[in-house]
């Protein structure tokens, strides 16, 4: 997304802007409200800035509001708290008009053990046995909410947290998961939590069931 962003941008304003990404998604992933921030001059008519956007990438890209930002406002800086959701098909065939935006995965899932095994993981821990590769800026998140519900044959999986790291929320599903079909047992995630060993986790889900929900701005809770 931020590529063609930047391309389309580019056309309307002349040169493209550096952009600063509310939150950076692997490849695959989809955002329903993203939120992004750029520099630009003053007299940059926002509403022809939208309508060229929107006719250059939509459907794929749409820019749902643009506004000018106020006090020193940064889309990955300002926000206090993402949301992503992951959405699981278990039902025995896939459903070919969103397969794109959820994992099909045939086979109930086992809620209870689920949600025992997600007290484990709230608040501030180390997360390393949930992240790709060290990260720069360390392996400590809080993690605000992980929540698990059924809605017939799809399970939907919400994390909140101050920040993510790169593939953390799919490594938090498909622990969840290895815990919903049996092969962990719930006491077992709090013990590869404190592992601190990206080699303790099951394989992760793929990219495509997780979506970027929210961004939350401000100790408010307010949102985009």
């Known amino acids: 997304m931020e590529g063609v962003l930047s391309d389309a941008l580019a056309r309307v304003l002349g040169g493209a802007p550096k952009l600063s990404v509310a939150g950076r998604t692997d490849a695959g992933v989809h955002a329903r409200r993203q939120v992004v921030s750029f520099a630009a001059d003053d007299d940059v008519d926002l509403e022809r800035l939208q309508r060229s956007i929107n006719g250059m990438l939509a459907p794929e890209v749409v820019a ?7 006090g020193g406002f940064d889309a990955r800086f300002s926000a206090t708290a993402r949301e992503y ?11 070919p008009f969103d397969a794109r935006f959820v994992w099909h995965r045939p086979g109930a899932l086992a809620l209870s053990p689920m949600r025992e095994a997600s007290r484990a993981l709230l608040g501030e821990h180390d997360f390393a046995s949930f992240c790709r590769r060290p ?23 919400s994390a909140r947290a101050n920040a993510f790291l790169h593939q953390m929320v799919r490594a938090l599903v498909g622990t969840l998961v290895a815990v919903g079909d049996g092969r962990l047992e719930p006491g077992e995630v709090a013990e590869i939590l404190a592992a601190r060993d990206r080699g303790r986790t099951p394989q992760m889900p793929p990219a495509h069931g997780l979506t970027l929900e929210r961004v939350v701005y401000g100790r408010g809770g307010s949102g985009r």
């Open 64 to 70: 749902w509001d643009v506004q000018r930002g106020v």
């Open 85 to 95: 959701r992951y959405r699981i098909g278990t039902g025995p065939w896939p459903d």
């Open 135 to 157: 990260q720069s800026g360390g392996t400590v998140r809080r993690l605000e909410r992980l929540s698990i519900a059924r809605a017939g044959e799809r399970v939907e999986i």
